[in-house]
């Protein structure tokens, strides 16, 4: 340091040692700190170029005031100036520097120049590969590494539209073979910034990184080796005839510390080495731009205003700009100052450029041309207004000519200013965020920097000699397969068809279990299930059995009895099932299940499993593990028996097995293995807890939990790292906590409930933390949601052990019990560590340990000594919640529910700021649940709508034709939807029942929607409204007749409330209303016929595999005494009149014909 105060001689700067604790004047500073200054002028000195920027400091000795820099800076000198103290007088400063030794050998290339680092023999074959270097370039296209053999072998690095793709064959001669790979990586490479690049192959492995994102990838080449001939070029491919595919643009721009195999390729071409050639100009210093970009920062206010000559009879405009927005005001030309004026205004309108005259007596000018413009890419404008008196208008983007003739009646204005009112600049869509370059006005070109040092021209929200785009999308932060669509300064996941909703598409819209169906009523049919919610596992199908237990069912290829005529030792039979769902899929059902249980039926005459005279099995099967298994029946592993031969009841006590006495009796064999379901543990120790690995949280989280605690407060989970750290908690007996920190600053979110959390009971939490939000639920309560602002770290780094139940100090522990604790679709084993763990038991005690207690989503509450369902929250009622209320509707009858909260699907005032085209996409963020049941003869009819106050609504119906309906309105500028599950007529006299379920952008049947209001009333059946969809109108004069029962819309039940409390001002009865017995639990089993047996529960299909190939071997056959046979019953599987549909919404568009998918 050669340029500072000091406090003494014995503190002089020059005694400080940087992030060193000894010396005079240690450095260990983890923040910028400026004390006292107002204001500081910093000048960093790099090549021939000055930066310049004046800093605002803080105001007392203890607030830190940070500073983002546009861009990174690499510099040799640099100063840092107070211009302006404390009015009370003193500044001082507190830097943060860290540096270190640089060699750097640099290349400048102009386009039609190369380097070529040519071999000591006719060509070199290499297994090992190591390519790196440093550049930075002038534009999006550019060869900068190649090199290719006579065999067909080629290694070739380009940018193409901003991106490096690397392009490598391996012993293919056909250039277009399989044996060709091309990767892409990076994006907006053309930034005029430096970029590292780095290339490792190893054999047929490559990895390839660009500025630290790498990416793996495996040649499919026949050979290990890459033989080139000759040469390898650097910068471009220099001679036009030689062969190759992959001849484009030479590089434009700098290449720094360029090495090859350990070659320094730059150094030895300025040391003249013969191996070097250069072809064309090759400087070896880099070259600054002269092009100077300007960025226009906000969405409103930010402009830049021009002077022009009003003497002028044309006017001509030429610029390149670039910008990830669809909308935005370029710039406009006031034409004329008379009372009536004229603009000439350029804006992007639906990534197209719109040329228009907005004012005067003709307004019918318009020019559009360009497609695709806001794709971040650099792109060219011209404009010509020929005459004013007869105005020819000419609007050239990136070459592409249109024209437009209008009679007409000058500053020019870049941007949108607030000010000029006339242009709408208050509307958030119409300010342009986004660059420009290389602007000339009557071929007379802009300085821009002479206009930010000199103040000739007015600006406001500008920054100068730097383009700050940003691409948001790489690396693609959206998961499972959601879309990435980007805006200047946020970036939106398009999760449609990907079987997941949220911001980044994290969460599931299929339930995990078939429990889970059972407790909202359905009945035994095929469902989409996602096992791992949102973990790497798609959704699948399987069957679920409602019967006393609920049960997956899962089939595989060989339903059917399959006979087995001889095996040898030599020649064995073996018979591999294949399941319907993945094996991936299997191991997670088995390990998110209570209880799993296989069956082979092995129907024996004549054959035998153990009986040989060394005791070698003459049968086995493999388990998930590919583990050889002899015991069969039931009995214990590594037991060569069956569990006849345990309980004494072998038909030949003499035998082990019913099948070893060589008999013709047909005996099924049962595989049966145990997992857990409703996993728990009890803390009663305020300084223990269980540790389990780390959290996989970095880009996204998301827990849930179940607790029931008579504490104060308690940490349920926490886990740290250096400085990021985030923790659940309850803070109070009424409050609960989700905080964490990405290094900037620790987040709350706090969810207050209306009643004490403490009461012994069982509550539910949710908390998620992603790129894009943090949320929190308890209950049923409403959700917390805190969005994450676009340019805060992302990334949770976390590094100790997850901590559950305490934290690492052993303070503040939590006292009670949770259950059921899932991170990222991962079932945490509580009872098992619990075992191991001082302080914590296994399990919880009381009556509320099964989901089985209570029903249709009641809530089982703890009593000292016995348990209650508290059913308030469902349309069902009764000791277990499963008496369904139902209610019969004559003509003009009616129930009126006015709903106390908004729907879930309001748009927050951010989300109406959001750009065009995103709007819809904050539909994403909520969901709703509607489900009843109903009985009728009578078509058409209107079963439920629910509207709000200016028009939006959505409606359930029967068509005339007796087939469901639904429809939903949620912009009044498009068409109504309409969504037709089931093709045949429901109005058939038997009760249905009816779900209707949204999440995010999904409709399922099970399926609602969110609609936008503050307030809004559920209306069923109806005999009149004010929505205006004509045939709903009809419908709903009509009215509806017959039976409706346990209607439920989110956690409202309208029927329940007409029911059983008619007086509450929520509710209004039009008409007669008489309670109905129909969709009660006796009526229902008329409908469906469910038989269990204890014994085996499926005849030709497997019931929650365990077990993911099943290998028999036969070796021997030995004659016994035929045994009596014996049959086993069998369990029947009821399935629903109509399995369950899925809609996909199509926000973004107005129309049209609905699809439906069968899942």
Not at 113 to 119: D, G, H, I, K
Not at 288 to 298: D, N, Q, R
């Amino acid at each position: 340091f050669q340029n500072s105060s000091k406090l003494s001689d014995r503190r002089s700067p020059h005694y400080a040692k940087l992030n060193r604790r000894e010396g005079m004047c240690s450095c260990l500073v983890y923040l910028v700190r400026t004390t006292w200054p107002i204001s500081l002028y910093m000048c960093v000195f790099v090549c021939l170029c000055i930066y310049l920027q004046i800093f605002i400091g803080n105001s007392d000795t203890d607030t830190v005031v940070q500073h983002k820099l546009p861009h990174s800076i690499r510099t040799r000198y640099m100063r840092l100036l107070p211009l302006e103290g404390s009015p009370k007088g003193g500044m001082g400063l507190r830097l943060e520097v860290y540096g270190c030794t640089y060699k750097s050998d640099v290349a400048d290339f102009d386009g039609r120049s190369a380097l070529l680092y040519r071999f000591n023999q006719k060509s070199t074959s290499t297994v090992k590969d190591v390519i790196s270097l440093r550049f930075r370039s002038h534009q999006a296209e550019g060869v900068l590494v190649h090199g290719e053999g006579q065999r067909g072998d080629f290694l070739t690095l380009e940018l193409q539209r901003g991106r490096l793709i690397l392009h490598l064959n391996l012993g293919e001669r056909k250039r277009r073979s399989t044996g060709r790979s091309s990767v892409m990586l990076g994006s907006l490479l053309d930034d005029h910034h430096w970029h590292s690049v780095q290339i490792e192959r190893f054999n047929k492995h490559v990895n390839f990184t660009v500025d630290g994102h790498t990416q793996h990838f495996r040649s499919p080449g026949q050979e290990d080796t890459l033989e080139i001939d000759y040469e390898l070029s650097f910068g471009g491919i220099p001679l036009p005839g030689k062969p190759g595919t992959f001849l484009h643009e030479n590089f434009h721009g700098c290449i720094e510390n360029l090495n090859y195999n350990g070659v320094n390729v730059i150094d030895m071409a300025k040391r003249r080495k013969p191996q070097i050639y250069t072809v064309g100009n090759v400087t070896f210093s880099c070259s600054e731009s002269s092009s100077v970009a300007v960025t226009f920062l906000g969405s409103t206010g930010s402009f830049l205003m021009l002077p022009a000559d009003y003497s002028m009879e044309s006017l001509s405009v030429r610029l390149q700009f670039r910008t990830w927005n669809q909308e935005g005001l370029l710039f406009s030309v006031p034409m004329s100052l008379d009372p009536d004026p004229i603009n000439l205004l350029l804006q992007l309108s639906q990534a197209r450029l719109l040329l228009s005259l907005s004012g005067g007596p003709q307004n019918s000018a318009q020019v559009f041309s360009g497609q695709n413009l806001s794709n971040g890419q650099w792109h060219s404008i011209a404009i010509e207004v020929k005459d004013f008196s007869l105005c020819n208008l000419v609007l050239v983007v990136d070459d592409v000519f249109d024209l437009k003739d209008s009679k007409l009646g000058f500053s020019i204005i870049l941007g949108c200013p607030l000010f000029q009112s006339d242009f709408n600049c208050e509307n958030p869509n119409r300010g342009y965020q986004g660059c420009l370059r290389l602007l000339f006005i009557n071929n007379h070109p802009v300085d821009a920097l002479q206009i930010q040092q000199e103040s000739l021209s007015n600006y406001s929200q500008i920054s100068f000699d730097v383009c700050n785009i940003q691409d948001r999308c790489l690396p693609n932060l959206c998961e499972h397969g959601g879309q990435c669509i980007q805006s200047w300064d946020q970036f939106y996941c398009d999760c449609s068809g990907t079987g997941y909703t949220g911001a980044p598409c994290h969460n599931s819209i299929y339930e995990r279990s078939c429990e889970a169906f059972r407790k909202t009523g359905s009945q035994s049919s095929v469902f989409t299930i996602d096992l791992d919610g949102s973990g790497p596992l798609e959704h699948t199908q399987v069957n679920c059995t409602m019967a006393d237990k609920v049960w997956t069912v899962v089939g595989h290829d060989h339903m059917r009895i399959i006979d087995i005529r001889g095996s040898t030792p030599r020649s064995p039979f073996v018979l591999i099932f294949s399941y319907t769902i993945s094996p991936y899929h299997l191991r997670s059902l088995v390990t998110s299940s209570e209880h799993c249980q296989q069956e082979v039926k092995y129907r024996c005459r004549k054959s035998r499993l153990f009986d040989t005279w060394d005791g070698t099995p003459l049968s086995w099967w493999l388990d998930r593990d590919g583990v050889k298994r002899t015991y069969w029946g039931g009995f214990l592993p590594g037991v060569q028996q069956c569990s006849c031969s345990l309980d004494g009841n072998c038909r030949d006590m003499n035998y082990f097995c019913n099948c070893d006495p060589n008999g013709q009796s047909k005996i099924p064999l049962l595989c049966v293995m145990h997992r857990f379901f409703w996993n728990s543990a009890s803390f009663y120790q305020e300084s223990s807890y269980l540790h389990f690995p780390t959290l996989q949280a970095e880009l996204s989280v998301d827990i849930s939990l179940f607790f029931k605690t008579s504490a104060l407060s308690g940490v349920f989970l926490e886990n740290l790292g250096v400085r990021d750290f985030i923790r659940l908690e309850l803070s109070s007996p009424y409050t609960v906590n989700l905080t964490f920190d990405l290094g900037d600053g620790p987040v709350i979110i706090t969810v207050q409930a209306p009643v004490a959390l403490n009461d012994r009971q069982w509550h539910y939490i949710r908390a998620e933390r992603n790129v894009k939000e943090a949320s929190l639920q308890v209950d049923s309560l409403p959700l917390k949601l805190n969005e994450a602002p676009s340019e805060r770290p992302y990334r949770l780094q976390l590094s100790s052990q997850l901590f559950v139940g305490g934290t690492a100090s052993r303070q503040r522990g939590f006292l009670g019990c949770l259950r059921a604790l899932i991170i990222n679709g991962v079932t945490l084993d509580l009872y098992e560590r619990a075992k191991t763990t001082p302080g914590v038991n296994s399990g919880c005690p009381g009556h509320c340990t099964s989901d089985s207690v209570c029903h249709n989503g009641g809530r089982c509450v703890e009593e000292r000594s016995s348990y209650t369902c508290d059913c308030t929250q469902t349309a069902f009622d009764g000791p277990h919640c499963r008496t369904a209320l139902a209610a019969s509707f004559e003509s003009g009858s009616s129930v009126l529910y006015t709903l106390q909260e908004p729907f879930s699907g309001i748009l927050n005032e951010e989300a109406r700021r959001s750009p065009a085209g995103f709007h819809d996409a904050e539909v994403t963020k909520s969901q709703e649940k509607v489900s009843f049941g109903f009985l009728t003869h009578h078509v058409p009819a209107l079963i439920l709508t629910a509207h709000t106050l200016d028009q939006h609504y959505m409606a359930v119906m029967l068509t005339s034709n007796g087939s469901l309906q639904i429809r939903y309105l949620l912009n009044k500028e498009k068409r109504t939807e309409k969504f037709s599950p089931v093709s045949s007529s429901l109005a058939d006299g038997r009760f249905h029942w009816v779900k209707i379920n949204r999440k995010g952008q999904e409709l399922f049947v099970q399926v609602s929607l969110c609609l936008h209001s503050n307030s809004c009333s559920i209306l069923f059946p109806v005999s009149g409204s004010d929505i205006t969809d004509k045939e709903l109108v009809q419908a709903g004069l009509r009215g509806f007749i017959g039976c409706l029962s346990s209607v439920q819309f989110n956690q409202a039940t309208p029927l329940k409330a007409a029911l059983q409390n008619s007086q509450s001002p929520l509710v209004t009865v039009i008409g007669r209303l008489e309670a109905s017995s129909c969709g009660t639990i006796s009526s229902l089993n008329t409908l469906s016929n469910t038989h269990t047996h204890s014994g085996v529960v499926a005849a030709v299909v497997f019931i929650t595999l365990c077990v993911l190939a099943i290998i028999i071997r036969f070796l021997y056959r030995h004659r016994r005494t035929p045994a009596p046979s014996v049959i086993t019953g069998k369990t029947h599987r009821p399935s629903m009149e109509h399995p369950p549909y899925r809609a996909a919404l199509d926000l973004h568009k107005p129309n049209h014909d609905s699809k439906e998918y069968y899942i």
